[in-house]
């Protein structure tokens, strides 16, 4: 038997034991309902460029109290594809993957199992027809946990999106979580209270438009290292970094505007332009 058969028998084998850790600890606990919208569109202009960032999600198909979530973000001509698997109850990451567009063509997938985080990078040309899955690996590591986790999640940092609807709609004050980038990991607390008015212009699919001043509720984000960095600094939540803060309207309970620190631009803010609703059933 090779070494590569070898060391993909074991991935597989983690991650079946960690997929049926989920599904056990998922039945022992009520699955959450998923967020009133299905589908949410955020936009920033500054100078010359729009950045636009869209959000999806969705049940997972494959494995019982979980959920998927699929992320597309762009500017000029950089884009990124994220697809996360992660539990319904805890945000818990499942598997990962973010496939970046620019210069180059790079494809990173993260397997969460039981004793570590394997990344793997592959690389291909752009002229490729092949599926960015199954380009030629450049790269394989194994990335340990933090210690002590002290029972914290260990979450994609679009998933906080999702912990914050959830938190300014419950009676909690505040909820931490830990947020695994690429190699670092950090520390975020959420905490929620009273928001500011804020200017509202989306449309709501099938629906109507949106507009004026809305009351809100906020969802501050406190980030701090976990331990020592592996790499340079690089958590943000689409794009945004510092001081970031999450505003909700109070009447739809839908994220209007997300504010922090941009690279080159300083203070900013990114604002809801569309959003699709789920249907009751769903």
Request: proline share 6%.
């Amino acid at each position: 038997m090779t070494l590569r058969l070898r060391q993909k028998i074991l991935r597989t084998l983690s991650y079946l034991l960690l997929a049926w850790g989920v599904h056990a600890a998922n039945a022992q606990e009520a699955s959450p309902p998923l967020p009133a919208w299905k589908v949410l569109q955020f936009e920033q202009k500054a100078f010359w460029a729009t950045a636009r960032s869209r959000i999806e999600v969705e049940k997972s198909a494959t494995i019982d109290g979980a959920w998927t979530l699929a992320a597309r973000s762009s500017v000029v001509s950089n884009s990124e594809e994220v697809q996360v698997t992660l539990s319904a109850g805890s945000g818990q990451v499942i598997s990962r993957s973010r496939l970046s567009r620019g210069s180059d063509q790079r494809f990173k997938s993260f397997g969460y199992g039981p004793e570590f985080i394997l990344r793997e990078r592959r690389s291909g040309d752009k002229k490729s027809t092949v599926p960015p899955s199954e380009w030629p690996v450049s790269s394989t590591r194994e990335i340990p946990y933090p210690e002590p986790r002290e029972g914290l999640a260990i979450i994609d940092d679009y998933t906080l999106l999702l912990l914050a609807d959830r938190l300014q709609a419950s009676k909690a004050a505040s909820m931490e979580v830990i947020v695994h980038t690429e190699f670092n990991f950090y520390t975020v607390r959420m905490t929620v209270g009273n928001g500011i008015p804020v200017s509202a212009d989306f449309q709501v699919t099938n629906g109507a438009d949106v507009q004026g001043r809305r009351e809100t509720r906020a969802v501050a984000l406190q980030v701090s290292p976990r331990g020592e960095l592996e790499d340079k600094p690089d958590f943000s939540l689409l794009g945004l970094h510092g001081e970031i803060i999450l505003f909700f309207d109070k009447q739809t309970g839908l994220p209007l505007q997300i504010r922090g620190d941009a690279p080159r631009i300083g203070a900013t803010e990114i604002n809801l332009k569309a959003a699709t609703l789920r249907e009751p059933a769903e």
